[in-house]
């Protein structure tokens, strides 16, 4: 975790990126729109709006796109409701057109996948402090438990929260691209009533989002069915994706791989290669096979849940039901575990923990794509 940090302080990636908000001009009319009077002609047709200077900013937008590499979209609910994002997303989907290979350079995230990598993470951490024999425990045996049962429970439930409400937004955004109306959408100049906190007059984007809209979309309408067929199949793909990839899952999933890792120093310092090999291979099923399915499953089961329920008690009972859902797959994999140490021949039961938790990865995966394409 302290290398995560320091990595991402210190280390500067060397792509140049646009973000939007900070590379365009948002105070200077001319700079960001293209003409000088545009600041004081709202009330003008889009011919006379744009018949003063060429565009310097927002006009220019479309050649912005049309030479990225690739388009990242942060996504949360109010994202459809923004006139500024559904415009951007389309406008590269456009720009894309006719270009060689099947693979859309589009990266859509939900920014809820940050806060519920965090939760699960921590979750797992509590978890495997819980199984360790520490010098805390030792002293306070009972209080230890308490606290570290209380702290990843609290974890778990506030991930499992996040991923209902993820379903639940997503669902939500699709039923309203399947009627998409650009009316219906809003610009941050237009609801404060174009005027700056300072009393300066602000740069519609709507009028300017119109106007580029109407010339390369041909019509509004156009732009409509774009929003309700082509954004509509990326957002399927990939938010339906978004909380199943297999690194997300075992990165997550890494103090569970921590968790082992002194019992294998200590074979190792003692002479025991066989046994810190076994324990060894236990620790890495751990991490590769049986984190992710638990994990895949639970992602499964938050969708089939997404629903918000009418009371609190019935919102926290579900959220409680979920959270006993995942105690029974670990308590199941330890079951597993246990068992392969009854093992006469050690490398054998390791073996057999192997083999059986590979087999209900597989079935877990296979399950998840076909699910993945019905939440999609």
Same mark, same amino acid.
């Given at each position: 975790?302290?290398?995560?940090?320091?990595?991402?302080?210190?280390?500067?990636?060397?792509?140049?990126?646009?973000?939007?908000?900070?590379?365009?001009?948002?105070?200077?009319?001319?700079?960001k729109a293209g003409t000088s009077h545009l600041t004081h002609r709202y009330g003008t047709s889009e011919g006379e709006l744009f018949k003063e200077d060429p565009a310097e900013g927002l006009l220019n937008i479309g050649g912005i796109l049309k030479h990225s590499e690739s388009l990242h979209v942060f996504w949360d609910h109010t994202w459809i409701s923004r006139l500024w994002c559904v415009f951007e997303l389309a406008a590269f989907l456009k720009c894309q057109e006719g270009k060689e290979g099947n693979a859309m350079p589009i990266f859509i995230r939900p920014v809820t996948l940050g806060p519920c990598s965090m939760m699960i993470f921590f979750a797992c951490f509590f978890t495997s402090i819980g199984n360790l024999n520490t010098p805390f425990l030792d002293s306070a045996p009972l209080l230890g438990m308490v606290v570290l049962t209380v702290s990843g429970m609290a974890c778990w439930i506030a991930a499992i929260r996040f991923l209902r409400a993820h379903w639940a937004s997503l669902e939500s955004t699709l039923d309203q691209l399947s009627s998409f109306k650009l009316e219906k959408t809003s610009c941050f100049c237009c609801t404060k009533g174009h005027q700056q906190d300072n009393g300066a007059m602000m740069v519609c984007d709507r009028q300017v989002i119109m106007h580029c809209i109407t010339h390369w979309f041909?019509?509004?309408? =156009?732009?409509?069915?774009? /929003?309700?067929?082509?954004?509509?199949?990326?957002?399927?793909?990939?938010?339906?994706?978004?909380? !199943?990839?297999?690194?997300?899952?075992?990165?997550?999933?890494?103090?569970?791989?921590?968790?082992?890792?002194?019992?294998?120093?200590?074979r190792l310092r003692c002479g025991?290669?066989?046994? =810190?090999?076994?324990?060894? /291979?236990?620790?890495?099923?751990?991490?590769?096979?049986?984190?992710?399915?638990?994990?895949?499953? !639970?992602v499964m089961a938050t969708y089939l849940c997404r629903r918000r329920r009418s009371n609190w008690i019935s919102e926290q009972l579900v959220n409680l039901g979920l959270y006993l859902l995942i105690t029974f797959f670990a308590a199941f994999i330890l079951a597993l575990q246990l068992l392969a140490t009854e093992f006469p021949d050690l490398v054998q039961g390791s073996v057999f923990f192997v083999a059986v938790n590979l087999l209900i990865f597989s079935l877990a995966t296979c399950r998840c794509q076909d699910w993945a394409r019905d939440a999609g």
């Open positions: 975790m302290l290398m995560t940090v320091v990595t991402f302080i210190v280390w500067r990636s060397k792509s140049r990126i646009f973000v939007d908000i900070l590379c365009m001009e948002q105070h200077n009319p001319k700079l041909d019509s509004i309408e =156009a732009f409509e069915e774009t /929003v309700k067929t082509e954004i509509s199949k990326a957002m399927r793909q990939q938010l339906g994706h978004a909380f !199943t990839s297999y690194s997300w899952l075992v990165l997550v999933g890494l103090p569970f791989h921590w968790m082992n890792m002194d019992q294998i120093a200590t025991n290669v066989s046994g =810190a090999a076994v324990v060894g /291979v236990i620790n890495l099923t751990w991490c590769l096979f049986s984190v992710p399915w638990i994990l895949r499953t !639970t």
